[in-house]
């Protein structure tokens, strides 16, 4: 399995191709770029395809923009799985279904979670990819790769939740100035910031509760 390395280029969309070509001739990236170069393109329009033994060869340079969705090509990664001939989706096979889950997790993560993933068809009048992506990835109706949630204690909300008690421990310690007062006059000014810390404490925390279920919400995450 290729390893996915994030580029410098900023990325916000994945596409999903198919090669309309059931022939084993053609399932090779040398052959799609052949394809490619003779239509007037400096490479192969993709930037990975998915071989029906599920093996992920590299296309395009992925510093690159995709050359594979008129109109959308900036911003986006593309790739291409061999099959769909006549816009027909029974030549696919599990292994690639499986490699192509494996890909787009890396890059899911590389970002995130923050891409959307997306059909050709979406953009085009046109078939392609001619299988289910959004089953096959378990994509969000936005276009999210859900991942997995995290255990509740490494969750952002949580983190967020802990942030606003320590805020209001905090304000346990005002007692502590009056005190102080008395006992050392420096002491009492260091402790003079402990409602400020405090309060910032609590802003900062729901802050992010609030931010992490609006962005929840959007991804189509309950």
């Known amino acids: 399995m290729i390893e996915f390395h994030k580029p410098k280029r ?116 046109r078939a392609c990819p001619v299988f289910d992506y959004r089953r096959e990835l378990g994509l969000s109706a936005q276009g999210y790769l859900l991942l997995p949630r995290p255990s509740l204690s490494g969750s952002r909300t949580f983190g967020g939740t802990r942030l606003a008690a320590a805020g209001l421990a905090t304000i346990g310690l005002n007692e502590a100035v009056e005190i102080s007062e008395v006992v050392s006059p420096v002491l009492s000014v260091a402790l003079q910031t402990v409602p400020m810390l405090a309060v910032s404490l609590i802003a900062l925390g729901l802050g992010i509760v609030i931010w992490a279920r609006m962005d929840d919400h959007a991804r189509g995450l309950r």
Do not use: M, P
């Open 10 to 125: 900023a990325v916000s969309r994945v596409f999903l191709h198919c090669s309309s070509s059931d022939h084993r001739h053609h399932d090779d990236i040398a052959v799609i770029r052949d394809w490619h170069l003779k239509r007037g393109f400096d490479d192969a329009g993709y930037h990975y395809l998915i071989t029906f033994d599920g093996r992920v060869q590299a296309g395009r340079s992925l510093e690159q923009h995709s050359a594979a969705q008129a109109g959308h090509n900036t911003g986006s990664i593309a790739i291409c799985l061999s099959g769909g001939q006549n816009g027909q989706g029974g030549a696919f096979t599990r292994s690639q279904f499986d490699a192509l889950r494996d890909l787009c997790a890396q890059i899911n993560t590389a970002y995130d979670g923050s891409l959307t993933f997306h059909g050709h068809q979406e953009v085009a009048n």
